[in-house]
């Protein structure tokens, strides 16, 4: 769920329909190419459970065909990815296929 912050403006964090995570490449996880490849897999699979990505300084969403723009927002999103995902989706159990 949103923090103080997120709770002061409209955000998918408050519905409880969005999650950040962390960019930590010492550690295994860099959130570009995880960001990238839910969005490749969000073109392949138009459908799929996610609404939004925002990641270094980037968007994407279906409105553009899930292309990456430029973001404008307050936070950059350097230090990590912010994942909307669809309502309907949300209670979806099965694995993300990620490579």
Do not use: F
Request: aromatic share 8%; hydrophobic share 35%.
């Amino acid at each position: 769920m949103g923090d103080a912050s997120h709770r002061r403006r409209k955000s998918d964090h408050n519905l409880g329909n969005a999650i950040d995570v962390t960019h930590w490449p010492e550690g295994g996880l860099d959130t570009w190419r995880l960001a990238d490849e839910l969005r490749r897999q969000m073109r392949a699979y138009p459908a799929g459970r996610l609404s939004l990505i925002i990641a270094q300084v980037h968007v994407s969403d279906a409105s553009t065909g899930w292309t990456w723009r430029p973001y404008r927002g307050r936070n950059p999103h350097k230090t990590h990815v912010h994942l909307s995902i669809r309502p309907s989706a949300r209670l979806v159990v099965r694995p993300w296929r990620l490579t």
